[in-house]
């Protein structure tokens, strides 16, 4: 049965393959680096770098000769391990996506990475890490064509057009706003902070050097420490800010989403390049992603969840993301092509408890009250508990905004929730696409016969979207609209239109 | 909105014996809890005499909680575990300070593996697992099952969806 011919990856794998494991070593490297400039006697540096330079090479050459693929008409085989032998099945009719990827190495050397995601776990199921560009074209296209060819297309997918039209295209405006309204300052700071921490553990050296210095010039500011330090904080915030929008435009660069016959074909990037095929029908839920200043420019950004793209960390947003930067009136536009069914002009958003404002208003005055509580016993001084007022009026306020921002409806074929006063989400499930549906009740939440409902697809999308959940809904009203939609998916018939 | 199923359907309780399950591993994690912060605190306090019996007290308290807790919890659980095999769907409820309410549609039932740990099998019991597509691990798990009660929810389960598959 095995007569198909055995493709070799490409042989300049091995320079990519040597490069991520050097690369993984870095760590090393550095800390010797550091520890011998630091004087700390260790001469051997030159056989570790050698020695980890011959082992990669080593590695990586094993590990291409080791690597082999091979497609027949039902299934993708692909070969791999040096120790572990493993023989990897993929039935082409479960391929959900197909993704190349070009680093900077690949693009130098004229490679690209083949990914391909089935429904299953929790990375690509196939990773042919290199392949001339014209071979991975070549397979994505085989791939995504043997895969549509037995398929009958979804009943939700609109008549396939005959030609490629563009949905989407990011200019440098967008990808400005998008950088600008990300909420990504934050974790820059972390990292341009975090190595002023962490340096002086490397080497006691290093802290004699720099650190009496920089004491020096702290001791020497004397009374303006503090206005020093709110400007630096300023500085760090800006520059922040700044490294945000450039490492979204390098991120994003080009981003252009384009429409082919019941598929979705994304492409990205400026050093690290991405190009994607989103099949219609995998699409298992879309999230419309409002962060606070983005929602007040009157944009909003639309993401897909797709099964099999379980990737933790940055790369999760770059899988997800269908169209960057919409402005809130064409949402609905967009929403349609994916889901021709829904008008989300349409809508009409039902509340949740109005218990919901108390459960907020009680969450957010909770610590900050104990806090200052604690503060006057310690201190004696009553007048703080004037402090009250504010925690109380914002916590009241608090508590309205989150009711006014959670909401829910169920249409026809589609499940729509919204929650998030700073971070807004809206998320839209297809009751065909749903897999799982739980109410859970905290003990608060008990004593006010509340609960929440979360449903779960089999998109699985990073923590900071989310997946769609009713939040501080009436009981009785949760378990209904459950009982509901679990019968309405078994209604609405197998999850994977191509008959997986 | 309406509810579309038979409000007909009985919810079943886990099987008895599941209570001694939960009491004989909270027991057994607790000592080995208690064991590890004891050893902590002896090595600890060591080179310091007058910390030794604040120390100890932690571990006093932590036994001092978790030690009852073990007897107790295993009763209020199993009042409040149910599970139905309705027509459309598997649902559980369970939750003594978080109330759960979970269900699978069947048709979205992707495997179900039925397992039993050392415990579970000195009591002849075993607990199943539901899953979904795209879950990283169950999203139902029903402990306190006989064997062949087991096998025959898993073979109705997967027997339906091969049937309307």
């Not at chain 1, 004397?222 to 390098?250: E, N």
């Not at chain 2, 009491?23 to 080995?32: E, G, N, R």
Request: aromatic content about 10%; glycine content about 8%.
């Amino acid at each position: 049965m095995d007569n198909a011919v055995h493709h070799r990856i490409h042989p300049l794998t091995i320079v990519i393959e040597a490069a991520r494991f050097i690369g993984r070593f870095a760590f090393v490297i550095v800390i010797l680096l550091v520890s011998r400039s630091a004087g700390g006697g260790f001469d051997a540096f030159e056989l570790v770098l050698a020695a980890l330079g011959v082992f990669s090479i080593a590695a990586a050459t094993l590990r291409y000769m080791f690597t082999s693929y091979s497609l027949d008409s039902q299934n993708m085989i692909i070969r791999t391990g040096v120790v572990f032998r493993q023989k990897r099945t993929i039935p082409l009719a479960r391929i959900q996506n197909v993704e190349i990827k070009r680093g900077v190495l690949h693009q130098m050397l004229g490679l690209s990475d083949l990914k391909i995601e089935t429904a299953g776990g929790a990375e690509a199921e196939g990773d042919l890490s290199a392949l001339t560009v014209a071979e991975a074209e070549r397979l994505k296209d085989l791939l995504m064509r043997a895969r549509h060819a037995d398929a009958p297309v979804s009943s939700e997918a609109p008549p396939p057009p005959p030609q490629r039209q563009t949905v989407w295209i990011a200019t440098a405006k967008d990808l400005l706003i998008l950088g600008a309204t990300e909420n990504r300052a934050f974790v820059v700071i972390g990292i341009i902070l975090a190595p002023l921490f962490f340096a002086p553990r490397i080497s006691d050296d290093l802290v004699e050097r720099f650190g009496s210095q920089m004491f020096q010039s702290v001791r020497g500011i004397g009374d303006d420490a503090w206005l020093i330090a709110i400007w630096a904080t300023a500085g760090l915030l800006v520059f922040g800010w700044i490294a945000s929008i450039v490492m979204t435009a390098v991120h994003y660069y080009g981003f252009a989403l384009r429409y082919q016959e019941g598929q979705f074909q994304r492409r990205y990037g400026l050093f690290t390049t991405v190009e994607s095929i989103v099949p219609l029908p995998r699409i298992q839920s879309l999230c419309i992603e409002a962060p606070l200043l983005r929602r007040l420019l009157g944009y909003v950004t639309i993401h897909a969840g797709l099964a099999g793209s379980i990737k933790l960390g940055e790369q999760q947003q770059a899988t997800s993301a269908l169209c960057l930067l919409v402005k809130s009136k064409d949402v609905a536009e967009y929403v349609r092509r994916v889901f021709p069914h829904l008008n989300m002009n349409d809508i009409e958003w039902l509340p949740v408890s109005r218990i919901a404002i108390r459960k907020g208003a009680f969450r957010f005055a909770l610590f900050p009250t104990l806090a200052l509580v604690g503060w006057v016993v310690y201190s004696g001084n009553n007048l703080l508990l004037l402090a009250l007022i504010p925690i109380l009026a914002l916590a009241i306020w608090y508590g309205y905004a989150r009711y006014r921002a959670l909401g829910y409806t169920i249409t026809d074929g589609f499940l729509i929730t919204r929650e998030g006063i700073l971070y807004r989400k809206i998320h839209i499930a297809p009751h065909g696409k749903l897999q799982w549906l739980a109410v859970s009740q905290g003990p608060i939440q008990r004593r006010y016969r509340i609960a929440d409902l979360d449903v779960g697809t089999a998109a699985v999308v990073g923590a900071q979207l989310g997946s769609p959940s009713i939040v501080d809904l009436e009981l009785d009203k949760a378990e209904n609209v459950q009982d509901f939609l679990s019968a309405r998916v078994e209604a609405s018939g197998l999850w994977m239109p191509d008959g997986v | 909105m309406q509810s579309a199923l038979d409000q007909q359907q009985p919810m079943l309780p886990l099987h008895p014996n599941v209570r001694w399950v939960w009491m004989f591993s909270s027991l057994i994690s607790t000592f080995i809890f208690g064991g590890i912060i004891a050893t902590a605190e002896i090595l600890l306090s060591k080179n310091i005499p007058e910390w030794q019996i604040p120390m100890l007290l932690i571990t006093a308290v932590y036994v001092m909680i978790f030690f009852p807790l073990a007897f107790v919890m295993p009763r209020l659980q199993f009042e409040r575990w149910r599970y139905a095999i309705r027509p459309q769907d598997v649902l559980i409820e369970y939750g003594v300070i978080w109330r759960n309410r979970r269900c699978i549609p069947r048709l979205r039932i992707q495997h179900v593996d039925i397992n039993s740990g050392p415990i579970d099998r000195m009591l002849g019991l075993v607990h199943m697992n539901v899953y979904t597509a795209g879950s990283m691990g169950p999203v139902v798990s029903i402990p306190g099952m006989t064997p062949e009660k087991a096998e025959s929810i898993r073979e109705e389960l997967i027997g339906t969806k091969a049937s309307n598959g």
